[in-house]
């Protein structure tokens, strides 16, 4: 059971991560004061990580794990939760230009939801793409907090969140190991499966959550070159 | 000298960091010196030429920050592998800020996995990574 979930990360499933899942666990455990990330939802890239049998590591860490996929949109980037073989049969999660609204319409209507991540980012962004085309139908909601945005991305989805309506929830989008669960969701009610998540995503009763340490202000001068004390 | 044996570091620990001020005539120079002296290393307008927001630091330099970084940190160290993804490109004239951790130790070869990165100084990743190190051991 969790309630508090990092909904957005890559494993070493994805092209581009080389964190294994059970390194992640590990670090979970030791950070458990400063992210008290009670489940994960791995989501890899353009794939659905379908062999994997996460049981004896949620057993061994007390972690809740689940699996999702990223994929690729005309109106960029999306998380689907609830996969399954219909949607897989339905949609090549490798084509890195689905047809955002299909794909919204079509993982719904199988048992699932597919929910636009990172919108405030150039390019891959739900929100650049407003700005060209028609707003999609039946956005539940959107990824408001993401540990890998730069500056203003995320500002920029507060606007969109309020001007449609949209549930907003985080994840921390890591990568590497030791980024995991600085970002992530707060549910209202305990998730134990992806049937559950899937339906609390759907009704709402969630909000991003934020455990970023605070940046301390710089003390080095331009002339100077001190070794960090880290964060 | 900073030395660390494998049998000193524990995953989860934290590699020292770097804090510096990345000026626009350190990154000239390491271009010159790398035989990279284009426009996009070495001056504003030119690299705005190329749809840049200005002058970047090259990539191997980011690289070479990262590396400095862990054998600063533990000179007995020996990099065998260092991979990187570049974010966002590195913008001179400011302070950067090089950061790692000890993600996991393999006892049977006596090497550890780091996290690496380099964020400015709003926290924004502009280049993350991973490294492989070998360490002595006390045995």
Known sequence: MARI??????????????????????????KRDERPIEGLVLTEHRQ????????????????????????????GHMLVYGVNDDILARFDFRNVRLNAQELINEVARMGGIAMPCHPGRPTIGLIEHYQKKPPLEGVVGVEALNGGSKKGEDERVAGLVQAYGYHAFGGSDSHLVSFVGLCATEFDRDIKNIEELVEALRTGGYRPVDFRPKKPQPSVTPEGLTYGAGL | MNILYFEDIEEGDEIAGLDLF?????????????????????????????????????????????????????????????GTTFRNPVLPDRMIHLRGAITQKNEADHTAECDLWMENDEGERWVVGTATISLPTKL
Do not use: C, Q
Request: glycine residues 6%; neutral net charge; proline residues 3%.
């Open chain 1, 48 to 75: 659905f990580n379908r062999a994997a049998d996460y049981r004896a590591l949620e057993d061994k860490y007390g972690i809740l794990i689940l699996k999702a996929s990223e994929v690729e949109t005309d109106y």
């Open chain 2, 22 to 82: 990345l000026s626009k005539d350190l990154v000239r120079r390491y271009a010159r010196t790398a035989n990279m002296y284009f426009p996009r290393f070495t001056d504003d307008e030119g690299a705005r030429a190329e749809g840049l927001p200005g002058m970047i630091a090259p990539g191997v330099m980011s690289m070479g920050l990262l590396a400095r970084m862990i054998s600063d940190w533990n000179r007995a160290a020996t990099i065998i592998r260092l």
């Open chain 1, 5 to 30: 979930l990092d909904l957005h990360l890559h494993s070493e499933a994805s092209d581009d991560s080389r964190a294994p899942v059970e390194a992640y666990l590990k670090w979970l455990a030791r």
